[in-house]
C-alpha cells in the first residue's frame, strides 16, 4: 500500500498508455475523438504525478501506489482463468502501525470489535512478530498477542513479512535458517495454524520505491526458501507463500488485452508465480479505483464505484463490455499472467477500498466509500466474473479496519481515512461504523473469545498449553449473582468490622482500594466495550 504516479502504469505501459487506460475507459462513451484528448491532456500530468507521490510518506506511498496502482483482484473461479479450490471470501486488513498510541486499539479490542460487529474471518495483519512493527511515535505493536486473540477467535490470519527482511530471508547460504526463525516465531502457541497465508514484503516492487528496486532481486529466493522450509516441515499446505505485488510490475495495461509484466523484472517474478502454480496460493495484486480516478479527471465517479449498468460500456476490448474500471484493472493482470503461461494461477486482491474524506474534489467522501465498498463487495462475491474472466468470484482484503491518523498524507489527506471504523479521541472510545456495509451485517457475528495468555489458540480454538474460551454474559449474570451477593454482603461486613475499629486509616485505605479498583475495572469494561447497548467486557 504505497503510491506513487508510477501507480498509474497499472493501467498502462507508460505515461501516454497510463492515462489511456485511466481515461478512455470512460471517455470512450462519447467518442473516439474525446477519448483521445482525454488522454493527451492526463499523460501530460503523469510524470508530475509521479514526482509528486515519489516524495510521498512511506506508508502514504504504498496506500496510494495500490491505488493508483489500480490492480487486480480477484480469485479464482470456473473456467481457465485461475480456478481456484478454495472458496472465495472477503477479508479485512488490520494496520495499527500508524495509529497514536493514545488512540490505538488493544489486540482484545480490535478483535472483539471484528468478531461482533463485522463477522469477517479472514484478516490480514502487517507483521509477524514483535521485532519489527513500530508506530511512528517509537511505540510497538504488539502483533503476536494481536495473533493469538485473532487465531482464538477462529480468524485465518494473513501475516506480513517485512520489506527489509527478505534480503535475510533470500539469502543462499541462511535464508533457510531464516526462514525456520519465521516458522519458529509462527509456532509459538500454535498461531501457525491459523496462518493461512505469509505475504513475503509489501509491494517490494512498488512504484512508491526508488529505483533500482533494492528488493526485487530478493524476492523469488526469499519466496523459494520459505515455501521451502514450510514444505520441509509439513506446514505448505495450510499456510501458503505469496507476495503482494503493484502496477510498476505491469509495462503496459490498457486495454486489458495489452496486460503485459515489465520483462525487466519477470525473472524476479517467475519464480514467484511458479510456486503459486503448485501450492494454488493466489497472485496477490493492491488494486485501488480511487486512485486512478483520483489522478485522472476524465474518469467518472460511476465508472469508478460502481454505479453504471453494466449494459453503457465505457470501453470496448476485442468485443469485451467494461462498464466500471476495477474490471478492466482486475483484466489487465489476468491477461498478463496468461501471456506468460499461468492461467491456472488465481488473482487476489490484496487491499481495496475507497476513503471517506481527504479531497478537494469530492471525490473521497462517506457516500462514495459506502457506495463503493458494497458494490465492489457485491460484484466480487456475485459470480460475475469479469468480461475477459467471467464466473468467478473474487477473494479479496478490504483496506481497511480503522482510520491510520498517523499516515503520511503526501500522496493527499485521503491516506488518513479509508479506514471503515473511525477512531475515538482516546483508546477507551470504541471506534464507530462510517457507514453500513452490508457483508458485516449478513456475517455471522458473534461474541469475542478470551485469550488466555501461555496457552494457544492456533487453529481456532485452544492450542497445547492454553485455553481459549466464550462466555454468554447473560448466562454469566444468572449464575455470577448469588456469588456476586456473596462477595458484596462479606465486603461490606468487613467494612463495617474495620469501621468499627479505632483504625480509621485502616478504613481510609479499604476504601481507597475499592474505588482504584473499580476504576481499573470500569476502564478494563470501557477499553473492550464495542459499542453494544450493555457493556459486555471482554468475553
Not at 486499539?105 to 478483535?111: D, H, K, R
Not at 495484486?285 to 467518472?300: D, L, V
Not at 503520511?408 to 457507514?435: I, R
Amino acid at each position: 500500500m504505497r503510491v506513487s504516479a508510477t501507480a498509474l502504469l497499472f493501467l498502462a505501459g507508460g505515461a501516454s498508455d497510463v492515462a489511456t487506460a485511466m481515461l478512455s475507459s470512460d471517455t470512450a462513451l462519447s467518442s473516439e475523438r474525446r477519448e483521445h484528448d482525454a488522454v493527451d491532456a492526463a499523460a501530460a500530468t503523469t510524470d508530475a504525478t509521479a514526482d509528486a507521490f515519489a516524495n510521498a510518506n512511506a506508508d502514504a506511498a504504498v496506500s496510494t501506489a495500490a491505488n493508483a496502482t489500480g490492480g487486480a483482484h480477484a480469485t479464482g473461479g470456473t473456467g481457465a482463468h485461475g480456478e481456484s479450490s478454495d472458496d472465495a471470501f472477503v477479508g479485512i486488513n488490520l494496520s495499527t502501525l500508524y495509529i497514536s498510541s493514545s488512540k490505538a486499539q488493544t489486540p482484545e479490542q480490535a478483535t472483539c470489535l471484528i468478531t461482533r460487529e463485522t463477522g469477517c474471518t479472514h484478516i490480514k495483519v502487517f507483521g509477524y512478530s514483535n521485532a519489527h512493527p513500530v508506530n511512528p511515535d517509537g511505540t510497538e505493536t504488539d502483533v503476536e498477542l494481536q495473533l493469538d486473540w485473532l487465531a482464538a477467535n477462529h480468524a485465518q490470519i494473513s501475516v506480513a513479512i517485512p520489506n527489509e527482511e527478505m534480503v535475510y530471508l533470500a539469502s543462499e547460504e541462511s535464508g533457510a535458517d531464516y526462514a525456520d526463525g519465521i516458522i519458529d516465531a509462527l509456532e509459538v502457541n500454535n498461531r501457525i495454524h491459523s496462518i493461512e497465508y505469509i505475504f513475503v514484503g509489501n509491494e517490494p516492487m512498488g512504484s512508491w520505491q526508488p529505483k533500482p528496486w533494492q528488493y526485487q532481486n530478493s524476492v523469488g529466493p526469499a519466496v523459494k526458501n520459505l515455501h521451502k522450509q514450510l514444505k520441509h516441515r509439513g506446514y505448505d499446505s495450510k499456510t501458503r507463500v505469496t507476495v503482494p505485488f503493484n502496477a510498476a510490475i505491469l509495462s503496459a495495461s490498457y486495454p486489458p488485452s495489452a496486460g503485459a509484466f515489465n520483462e525487466t523484472i519477470w525473472g524476479e517474478i517467475e519464480p514467484v508465480a511458479e510456486i503459486l502454480k503448485e501450492t494454488g496460493a493466489p497472485f496477490v495484486i493492491n488494486i485501488y479505483p480511487y486512485i486512478t480516478a483520483y489522478q485522472n479527471s476524465g474518469i467518472s465517479t460511476e465508472y469508478a464505484i460502481f454505479t453504471k449498468s453494466p449494459s453503457d460500456c465505457s470501453t470496448y476490448d476485442n468485443g469485451l463490455c467494461y462498464w466500471n474500471l476495477f474490471d478492466a484493472q482486475y483484466d489487465s493482470v489476468r491477461h498478463a499472467l496468461d501471456k506468460k503461461g499461468y492461467e491456472s494461477v488465481e488473482i487476489a486482491i490484496g487491499e481495496v477500498g475507497w476513503p471517506s474524506a481527504g479531497d478537494s474534489m469530492g471525490l473521497a467522501g462517506t457516500y462514495n466509500a459506502k457506495t463503493f465498498v458494497n458494490n465492489m463487495i457485491e460484484h466480487a462475491t456475485s459470480g460475475d466474473g469479469t468480461p475477459y474472466a467471467p464466473g468467478i468470484k473474487i477473494k479479496m482484503w478490504l483496506f481497511e479496519m480503522y482510520d491510520e491518523d498517523q499516515k503520511g498524507t503526501g500522496a493527499g489527506q485521503f491516506e488518513v481515512h479509508w479506514g471503515a471504523f473511525e477512531m475515538g479521541s482516546t483508546a477507551s472510545d470504541t471506534p464507530k461504523l462510517k457507514y453500513d456495509v452490508d457483508l458485516f451485517t449478513s456475517n455471522d457475528r458473534h461474541n469475542c473469545t478470551a485469550y488466555e495468555e501461555g496457552g494457544g489458540g492456533g487453529g481456532g480454538g485452544g492450542g497445547n498449553g492454553g485455553r481459549a474460551f466464550s462466555v454468554d454474559w447473560d448466562d454469566l449474570a444468572i449464575a455470577a449473582g448469588p456469588c456476586v451477593a456473596i462477595i458484596v454482603a462479606a465486603a461490606v461486613l468487613m467494612k463495617r468490622r474495620r469501621s468499627s475499629s479505632d483504625s480509621q486509616g485502616m478504613d481510609l485505605m479499604w476504601t481507597q482500594r475499592g474505588v482504584k479498583h473499580a476504576e481499573e475495572e470500569d476502564t478494563a469494561y470501557t477499553r473492550l466495550d464495542v459499542g453494544d447497548a450493555d457493556l459486555r467486557g471482554w468475553t
